[in-house]
């Protein structure tokens, strides 16, 4: 009897997809992993509400700014003198998160007045180091604590030795020397003039760091210090409550300030850190954060391409005060912010 004919598989849609996969199912997988990646990434987005800001330039750009920037490093730089210094201390922002963003209508509106910086890097993650390295030109090893105290040489005992006035203005601080860890939305950790032993257990000293309401009284009595230092509390710092209301802040602050600085006057608007690692100048690498100058002394309009960190800032206002520059603040690495400062006079002249 002959053998019977191999079976065949029946025609049918089934049958069809089996033999078009067993041709093309290799080719599927590659796509299928990508996919596969996708759905898990925005899965962790939706998770997690956190998608990586991107930078506030291009790569480009960036690639010009750090070329740029080595070749200012040879150049001195020669801040204009300075009246006032205001600096204004926000929080946990990338660049692009503030710049162009529609909840922070008056910081760019104001930004079009003034300079803005958007190649500038905070030094380092958590937030404490970062307000000690714009103190004392050093983060100190720290990272996050509440009960440290330091005894480091710092900002405040330049500026003493040189007989510049100062006063910190810190919102929701209950009185002045208050030395506790928390009151309200105040923290000690975004303080860091009470970390500093020689200021916290100081009372002459400690007297000058004060909730932020004395601001107004010593704008109306026109006897604003020659710097100041500005913490908002953690809501208005754009910390917990977002950008709004920290522009909101900003924007009830910054016009009264503009109105006594005078001509040679300097407010910086500055954020402790970002939420990357993106990093610059061989000191930083807490992210990229928008920065702000406006006042008499800013070119108006300067949108410098060059790079910058966050000792960029304190050094600008060391020259700026004619006081001895700090730590990170003396690298070569280290621009002052000339470029979006109007030019100073010749050294003799500057007073």
Known sequence: MPPAPPQREPAGPSAHRRRWLHRHGSTLVLPAAILALAVATGLAFAL???????????????????????????????????????LIIMENKECSQVVGSPDAPFFNRIARRGALLRDLYATTHPSLPNYLALTSGSTLGAKDCSDCTFSAHNLIDELESAGVSWRAYMQGMPSPCFRG??????????????????????????????????????????????????????????????????????????????????????????????????????LARGGN???????????????????????????????????????????????????????????????
């Not at 309401?213 to 604003?224: K, S």
């Not at 600008?316 to 690495?333: F, K, M, N, S």
């Open 181 to 282: 860890e928390r009151s309200g939305a105040y923290v000690l950790r975004h303080d860091p003039f009470m970390l500093y032993a020689d200021i916290a257990h100081n009372h002459a000293r400690c007297a000058r760091v004060v909730p932020l309401t004395e601001l107004w009284t010593d704008i109306g009595a026109g006897r604003l210090p020659r710097f100041a230092w500005i913490t908002p509390n953690l809501c208005n710092d754009m910390h917990n409550c977002g950008v709004r209301p920290g522009d909101q802040f900003l924007a009830r602050v910054i016009p009264p300030l503009l109105r006594v600085i005078g001509p040679r006057g300097l407010i910086v608007v500055t954020w402790d850190e970002g939420l990357t690692k993106r990093h610059c100048c061989k």
């Open 289 to 351: 954060i928008p920065t702000l100058l406006v006042g008499g002394a800013v070119r108006p309009g300067a949108r410098p391409l060059l790079t910058y960190d966050g000792y960029s800032i304190l050094r600008t206002i060391e020259e700026g005060l004619d006081v001895r520059p700090l730590g990170g603040a003396t690298c070569a690495c280290t621009l002052a912010l000339t470029a979006a400062l109007k030019p100073a006079k010749p050294p003799g002249l500057r007073h």
């Open 48 to 86: 997690t509400g956190y998608v990586r800001p991107p930078a506030c330039l291009s790569y480009a750009d960036r690639q010009l700014a750090a070329q740029r920037s080595r070749s200012f490093e040879a150049r001195p730089s020669l801040v204009p003198r300075l009246d006032h210094v205001v």
